[in-house]
């Protein structure tokens, strides 16, 4: 009885063992996820990145892997929030822009009753037309580069009125 006893034991010992020994430790565990984590990365997969990273912190935040995972999703978190702020503004730096293009035409106007023709464009607001004899301008500064930053659309609907697009 004590020798199959023992054979009982030992073979229960030898299963556990296969079957610890079988999952890997938690920092090869982490390790994977983690080459997951950048695999998925380099193929446009952020939602499934971030989950393996959140996975790896939550199931085993005492390795190695846990503190690389969390500071790519500190970053991850960091860069969309500056990302949101640099879009944010980009669009108040536009409507800026078009205030200051429109106060500029309607400068344009009061010096010259109309507006600039659309062959003229919002280039007559930074330099003289050479349809123009006297011009008061510039109206804008900056020059070129201003001009070429301007992302508006002029339409000179007639010598009253324009619209500016988008």
């Known amino acids: 009885m004590k020798k199959k006893t023992m054979a009982v034991i030992f073979s229960l010992i030898f299963l556990s063992l296969f079957f610890v020994s079988g999952c890997g430790s938690p920092e090869e565990n982490a390790k994977s996820l983690y080459n997951q984590a950048q695999a998925e990365m380099r193929k446009g ?29 500190n970053i991850q978190i960091f860069s969309s929030a500056v990302g949101q702020d640099i879009q944010r503004m980009k669009k108040q730096r536009h409507e800026l822009d078009k205030k200051a293009v429109e106060t500029a035409l309607h400068m344009f106007r009061l010096d010259h009753g109309r507006y600039p023709t659309e062959e003229e464009g919002l280039r007559a607001l930074f ?40």
């Open 45 to 73: 997969n952020e939602k499934q990145a971030i989950a393996l990273l959140e996975e790896i912190v939550e199931k085993y935040p005492q390795t190695d892997f846990a503190t690389l995972a969390n500071a790519m999703l």
């Open 127 to 166: 330099f003289k037309p050479h349809t123009m004899s006297r011009w008061k301008g510039p109206y804008l500064e900056g020059g070129e580069q201003a001009l070429a930053d301007l992302h508006i659309i002029y339409k000179c609907k007639d010598e009253r009125h324009f619209e500016l697009l988008p």
